[in-house]
């Protein structure tokens, strides 16, 4: 008899690539303004705004575009033609068109764990994006639910557990980010897993204060599995 209600995923960089677009995108942008100040510069310029805008815009790929135009509006000194700013909103659109790509193991997983659990999805960003790329990544079916939410706090993982009829203390969280997938789950009374992924966005990093109880930490996907073996 399985000992958890719900098993919840995270789904960028978790289980289809994300960042990488944003990462070749700020390298764009970069380059794009290198005339004004070194290209390294001009993209940590960038990536300050998006997490000073973070509050205001929340997460996602129309929030970076308007960090993109506000960055670079503040780097020419307000001189950006409308030629340039039109650019900036056509590789934002290109993020938002971009194919899904899965990342390994993740078919194989949740067919896995759906024979006998029941899975969520928990991500954050834009509602209207997130919608497409759960459809487009053709993973629907595995999930009972999809939660798309404005950030990730105990709170939300609380409310979540509630309105899909488990407790928190019978769930579990995997996902790539310590900060939102697994340390707001623990602290809420879950369970956390941590499947590593390549790159990280800076403000997602945290460390895991030794000795956190129900924190697991897994080589990749697959090792939700046997994380979720052992609870059984």
């Known amino acids: ?11 960028d960089d978790t289980l289809w690539h994300n960042l990488i677009h944003f990462e070749a995108a700020e390298k764009r942008f970069g380059e794009m303004f290198s ?6 510069t001009a993209t940590a310029r960038l990536m300050e705004a998006e997490k ?32 340039t700013v039109s650019k900036l909103i056509a590789m934002g659109r290109s993020m938002l068109d971009h194919e899904i790509e ?9 067919k896995a764990l759906a024979a006998e659990h029941r899975l969520l999805l928990v991500t954050k960003g834009d509602l209207h994006h997130q919608e ?13 639910g999809v939660e798309i939410v404005s950030d990730k706090k105990s709170a939300t993982y609380e409310k979540i557990c509630r309105r899909h009829g488990g407790k ?9 980010s310590i900060r939102s997938d697994v340390l707001p789950m ?10 590593p992924f390549d790159i990280l966005w800076d403000h997602e990093h945290e460390d895991v204060p030794p000795g956190t109880p129900r924190y697991f930490e ?10 979720v073996k052992t609870l059984a």
């Not at 205001?56 to 001189?79: H, N, W």
């Not at 928190?168 to 790539?176: C, S």
């Not at 602290?187 to 499947?195: C, D, K, L, P, T």
Request: proline share 1%; hydrophobic share 50%.
């Open 132 to 144: 497409r790329k759960v459809l487009a990544s053709g993973l629907a079916h595995f999930f009972e």
């Open 168 to 176: 928190v203390e019978r769930t579990l969280m995997a996902g790539n």
């Open 102 to 110: 899965l990342l390994p193991h993740v078919e194989e997983t949740l």
């Open 35 to 40: 005339h004004h100040m070194a290209a390294d």
């Open 186 to 195: 623990i602290h809420a009374g879950g369970f956390g897993v941590y499947v």
């Open 52 to 83: 000073r805008n973070l509050g205001l815009y929340g997460f996602g790929v129309k929030s970076f575009t308007l960090s993109m135009i506000e960055t670079a509006i503040e780097i020419s000194g307000g001189a950006v033609d409308s030629a």
């Open 1 to 11: 008899m399985s000992g958890l209600d719900l098993i919840a995923f995270d789904a």
């Open 218 to 227: 897994v080589k990749d996907l697959r090792g939700v599995i046997e994380v």
